[in-house]
């Protein structure tokens, strides 16, 4: 330890490590399941109060810093204006080490104040309690303290007026000849806490560890949301790109972070007086890959048409899911309750179809347990779940020859002496198969179906409209359905 | 210095890929060592037989034309794609003139968890047979793409050979010179499909084949 440990030092200067005995310290060998020691990491970035900022900005910029901070520790927590707070003794065997951790830290931070134009030097310290990290790190020491036996000499160079002290109280202790708390320690205690009241007694009890000091981790709310301001009006769609990568970094980061997944992505482009551009892209499986978002989007904008030049643009999701990584069961089967579960290699291409194209255009087929021919075989927009599918058609159908086109709406045929046209005269091949619904079913068919063929080789699926009870009449033939 | 076996200057030549050879030689070329051809059987023995890969090319394209839709063209593809779906894989379907039957093809073997339908705009079409043909998941387009040129079709068969999928093209008129690597015309007669191969690169012949129509079962 060095013997001048409060003269602000560099925060580029390793950290220092007080009186670490390796023997016995964070290095010691655990000995079964052990919780490790805590460690408490704490920052102090002055420059962020120093700087003229506007509140929403200044809060921001707390947010992005204990955001990525999360990339170190489960437990972060913002302590105003100006400081941090992260827990990294149970991440330290992960990490590989203080000076790992310390070197990422470094990593995460400089680009961040450096993006916002404010000097990169920050004051660090970490010890076994929060409240004494952070005096630390105020103090501007950049001290590494292991043990908590060691927290009273190093917090005992530290002068009085780097606590949290009402000024009155400050210059009580000026008065009294006490300026570092070394000078306290050796006053007893009880002593301290008459004349100096509890409240300052337990701040120091806290830094040393014999009283709880509770840290409010950061929660950050599930909703990300970034804008981003260019520099001049873009007209043309492909200068956009760099931006929404911009955009999509960001967002990457946060659902890293935070293991989660997007499933629904809201982009809007800002114009100048028109308005705004909406681009909203819903994801079949919730997604965290940045290349896929960029396919998706970069289809949409190139079909885009923008009506003005675009000033900001803005990303924003608020659907989230847990990450997983894709399963598989055991046999290497799909799980049964998902009939889409062995289209993940394709979803990438079908979300990218319906990206461009719309949802409605990319359609699944399904079949039904109906007799209605038109109710039996259904199709719909791909990822839309229906009540009730069956993988295979109603039993009466099996043996029963269907066609593969089936005409969204019969077609009447034409007739003439007799005789069916379609192209040319119609010749039945077979039938007839008598189709009959429910009398309570909502669309009530009675229907003989055949097997017809014209000239031109074409086998047609027609049927002959029974007359229903009400209606006296036939109502005539019908093309259904093409043999194709 | 020893003088080469003649033997084998010339099997070094006729194995040097700059060499230009007839369609049996070409046949020879493409078949794999243990007489293993490269194509996907077709499920019709006779059109097999007449093709230089022994079924449908893989990762190309094929042009099918028909002067009708519904004359039995897809009947010719129904064997590929239930081998395509029983082996997990999907297609996709691009434009058809209908919207397939589910309980049809159910009954025909086909698993319709795997058959995609996309019905893009028109001006979309082209670019949508595209991006599936250049994707390597998907195992099969079928498409029904209407106006086509050749310039269209060769910048298909480009996606389908970059993308190792096996793209069926559909539709009414013959391109002379098209890039595609098998075409084919489908006519309906009485009691079967009358094939005539119109081109397949890598040989000569332009068989005529007739496909039974219960031969589909």
Known sequence: MSSKPFQNSLALHPLRAVRVDKARGPARKHQGLRRPAPLWYALWLPQLTQQPAIDGEQQARLQQIATSLGALSATVSIERPDGFLFEVGSTLRYFGGIEKVRTRLHALLEPLLHSWALPRHFHEAASPTPAASLLLARAACNLLVYRKDNLRAALGRLPLHTLALPERKKRQFHNSGLYILRDIWRLPSHAVAQRFGHAFTKQLEQCLGHVASPVQAYQSAAVFFSNLDCTYAIENKQALLPGVETLLERLCLFLHTRELAATHLHLAFVHEQQGRTEVEIMLRQANRSHAHFQLLLETRINALALPAPVIAMQLQVTQFAPFAVHNRTLSGLPAPQDCHADLNDLLPLLEQLQARLGNPAVRSIHCQDEHCPEQAGLDRPFGERLPAVAAQPADAAKDEERPYWLLAKPLPLRQEQGRLFYYSSLRLLSGPERIETHWWAPQEIQRDYYVARNRQGMRLWIFHERPSPNQHEARGWFLHGVFA | ?217
């Not at chain 2, 006729?14 to 007489?35: F, K, V």
């Not at chain 2, 599936?132 to 389908?160: E, M």
Request: hydrophobic content about 45%; proline content about 9%; some cysteine.
């Open chain 2, 1 to 217: 210095m020893q003088t080469p076996d003649p033997d084998h200057r010339l099997r070094s030549l006729l194995d040097s890929p700059n060499l230009w050879r007839g369609s049996e030689h070409y046949l020879a070329a493409t078949t794999q060592a243990g007489g293993h051809f490269p194509g996907l059987p077709t499920g019709f023995a006779a059109l097999d037989t007449s093709l230089p890969w022994r079924g449908w090319p893989a990762n190309a394209l094929v042009e099918i034309i028909t002067p009708l839709w519904g004359t039995g063209e897809l009947q010719l593809v129904l064997p590929l794609l239930r081998r395509i779906s029983m082996a997990g894989k999907s297609a996709l379907w691009f434009s058809p003139p209908c919207i397939p039957y589910a309980p049809a093809l159910a009954n025909a073997g086909v698993d319709i968890a795997r058959m995609i339908i996309v019905t893009p705009p028109p001006p979309q079409v082209l670019w949508g047979i595209e991006k599936a043909l250049q994707n390597k998941a998907c195992a099969l387009v079928l498409a029904w793409p209407g106006h086509l040129s050749g310039k269209h079709i060769r910048r298909l068969q480009l996606a389908a050979s970059t993308g190792q999928t096996l793209g069926i093209l559909f539709h009414h008129r013959n391109i002379r010179h098209s890039a595609s690597v098998l075409r084919l015309r489908a006519e309906a007669e009485e009691d079967a499909l009358a094939l005539t191969v119109l081109k397949a690169r890598g040989s000569y012949r332009h068989d005529r084949i007739r496909v039974p129509w219960s031969s589909h079962e």
